[in-house]
């Protein structure tokens, strides 16, 4: 127990370091965002020095990182100057779309790459083995932005069985009534299934994209650490003993090799959040990393800002939450 | 190294090489690779960028083997010549960060001490970050060049060559043969240089040779989304976005001719890597 509560407090100086990067990063973005306002031609340079203040840019590093640091505190992340909309509400609006991107397409990868691994690393040098590898390999060589645009080749242009890539539903349906944010799971609360199955639909394509990138580490490290566990001596001992395969397996060998892999899934998901930004791009999915290379394009600092720092904070609470599981599922690992 | 040591590790090359058929493909088509990345300019039939409003748009034919663009250029002259400056970019940031970063980890990992508690926190800070989209923002500070795409990719690879380095040389520098050399007189510049460093050689070869390709898909991914090579340059990422329009339109050629050479050369790098590691480090086998 107080190994985790030590864990917990150790993030926070990692915390503050990723505060204190993504303010520099974006103070030294070129393009001053006073200048935006002034594309305006009948500004003059008073406005733009006016605008400037207003912004607080005229003030020193040091005084503006405080403003950001008490902005942070009361959930204020600022405005953005394309949309003109609080950044916060812009990633609220924009968050659910790309977690329920992400989760899908996690849960796809998770589903394919574990019996592929642990299958591999039964018949080590079979058929299956090759197989496993190559699959990996080529998962994890495929750019997302061709994978995702050679499946909408096939299964939109040749095929005709998805839907237009143009985001997450169909232009002439209504969305539900936000209750989570994830339309999937919104339609299903609304009792509207053929909504659900519109939403789910416009998803497969991307969260396929994603999920084959995501394939590679994760049937890696199952096959690798199936081979390691079935090799010990406790394995050999359930064998000699007479238990069946399936239970040697399943019980014995799998519980104990579940470690590596539950550390892998939560660094495949963290990837995963930052690689999604291309395939948002590919499927004009209205998602936090489409918004966030907008804004990259646009010299928008804040909402880049927020988008780095979510993220961060996101892969910081997503290794905690691993450390926290690992240390559940194995005591040992927490001392 | 002896003779016989020499001998043993050409064994080991051999069995890696030919135990696996994959990994002679691998070896052959990187060769491939490096061929075309040099004799490109006078392999293609082409000029890569010459405009033909004349044939704007046409699918793979004996003329133009991957079609021809929205402009009329040939898209096989344009893969062909865009390899080089995709190979280029990926050298350049892994060497880069390589060199970079192994010297940083290297020297906290065998001083300590203050800096190597500074600079591994940093290093746990820049890893909480999503590195393409660093690396995005890193490109739009610096400036839309390429040369930055090689810095950018170069430093959000930084953290995980100071890390391998640092763990290396803390597990290394309290080994016996450090110690002998200590008690030998050798000073610290010598211990380093001539003993743990060569030691730590092959974990840090593993680590770019993997990284390649990863370099590869990041520089291609940031000209996709338009930062670093401009058109009209002949560049595989920026191929594929010009592409993409005309996919849901039928015109696949644009796009999947340019993306294929990217996923070869990132798959080719991945299996040497892999074929490297059982090369370099048996025990890493998986």
Redesign the interface.
């Known amino acids: 127990m107080t190994g985790i509560v030590l864990r917990l407090l150790s993030a926070i ?2 915390l503050f ?2 505060v ?2 993504t303010f520099l ?2 103070r ?3 393009g001053d965002p006073a200048v935006f306002f002034a594309s305006n031609p009948s500004m003059t340079t008073q406005d733009i020095e006016a605008v400037r203040q207003s912004l607080g840019l005229d003030k020193p590093l040091p005084e503006q990182f405080l403003i950001y640091l008490g902005g942070l505190l009361h959930g204020d992340l600022g405005n953005s100057l394309s949309t003109g909309q609080k950044v916060v509400t812009e990633f609220a609006n924009r968050l659910p779309a790309s977690a329920e991107l992400t989760f899908l397409a996690f849960f796809i990868a998770i589903g394919v790459s574990l019996p592929l691994g642990i299958a591999a690393a039964l018949r080590p040098g079979s058929l299956i083995d ?1 197989l496993s ?2 699959i990996a ?2 998962g ?7 994978t995702g ?2 499946l ?2 096939f299964f ?2 040749v095929l005709g069985v998805a839907p ?2 143009i985001g997450r539903l169909d232009p002439f349906m209504f969305e539900p009534d936000r209750v989570t944010g994830l339309y999937t799971i919104d339609a299903l609360i609304a009792g509207d299934l053929e909504l659900f199955a519109a939403a789910l639909k416009q998803m497969i394509l991307p969260a396929v994209t994603m999920a084959l990138f995501a394939l590679a580490p994760l049937t ?1 490290m199952a ?2 650490s199936m ?1 390691e566990v079935l090799g010990s001596e406790f394995i050999r001992t359930a064998r000699a003993s007479g238990l069946s395969r399936r239970k040697i397996i399943m019980t014995y060998a799998f519980r104990n090799a579940l470690l590596p892999i539950v550390t892998t899934m939560g660094m495949t998901f ?1 990837y995963m ?3 999604n ?2 395939v948002e ?2 499927f004009s999915w209205p998602g936090v ?1 489409a918004f ?2 907008d804004s ?2 646009n ?1 928008d600092y804040a909402p ?1 800002q927020g ?2 720092l979510v ?2 904070g996101i ?2 609470v997503v290794n905690l939450t691993t450390d926290v599981v690992v240390a559940l599922i194995d005591p040992r690992a927490s001392r | 190294m002896s003779a016989s040591a020499m001998r043993e590790r050409i064994q080991v090359v051999r069995h890696v090489v030919l135990g696996n058929p ?1 990994n002679i493909v691998a070896f052959g088509l990187f060769l491939l690779i490096l061929l075309v990345a040099i004799l490109a300019p006078s392999l293609v039939p082409h000029d890569p960028l010459k405009t033909n409003p004349a044939h704007t748009l046409q699918g793979p034919s004996a003329e133009f083997w991957f079609g021809t663009d929205q402009l009329g250029r040939d898209i096989f002259a344009r893969v062909m010549i865009a390899t080089r400056l995709d190979l280029m970019i990926a050298f350049g940031a892994v060497t880069l960060s390589c060199l970079v970063g192994s010297i940083i980890g290297a020297m906290i990992g065998y001083w300590g001490g203050f800096w190597d508690g500074a600079v591994s ?2 290093v ?3 890893m ?7 690396a ?3 490109v ?2 610096l ?1 839309n060049t390429v040369a930055n795409v090689v810095y950018a990719t170069a430093v959000v690879n930084l953290p995980f060559y100071i890390r391998l380095a640092r763990n290396e040389m803390r597990v290394r520098r309290g080994l016996g043969y450090v110690e002998a050399a200590r008690v030998g007189g050798s000073g610290d510049w010598r211990i380093l240089t001539r003993f743990l460093i060569p030691n730590m050689a092959a974990p840090l070869v593993i680590q770019a040779s993997v990284n390649l ?1 990863w370099a590869v ?1 990041n520089a ?2 940031l000209s ?4 670093g090579v401009r058109a009209p340059t002949p560049e595989w ?1 920026i191929m ?2 010009e ?2 329009r005309f ?4 015109q ?1 050629w644009v ?2 001719f340019p ?2 050479a ?2 070869i050369a ?2 080719v ?3 040497m890597g ?1 074929a490297l590691r059982d090369i370099l480090d048996p025990r890493m086998r ?1």
């Open positions: 100086p990692t370091g990723v204190l990067v990063i974006t030294v973005l070129p090759h590898r190559v390999t080529l994890v060589s495929m750019p997302t932005f061709v645009l050679l909408i080749f939109y242009f237009e890539p890696r096959r690798a081979l963290s959040l930052g690689a930004v291309l791009r590919v990393g966030a290379v990259i394009i010299l880049l988008f780095m993220m961060a892969f910081i | 994959l926190r940093m746990d800070v820049l909480a970050f999503p590195l393409f989209v660093l995005l923002a890193m739009a500070a400036g390709g898909l291609a991914g996709f989304l338009g930062l990422g594929v976005a592409g993409a996919i849901s339109s039928g696949w796009a999947v993306g294929l990217l996923l990132v798959f790098f991945n299996l892999d998986t």
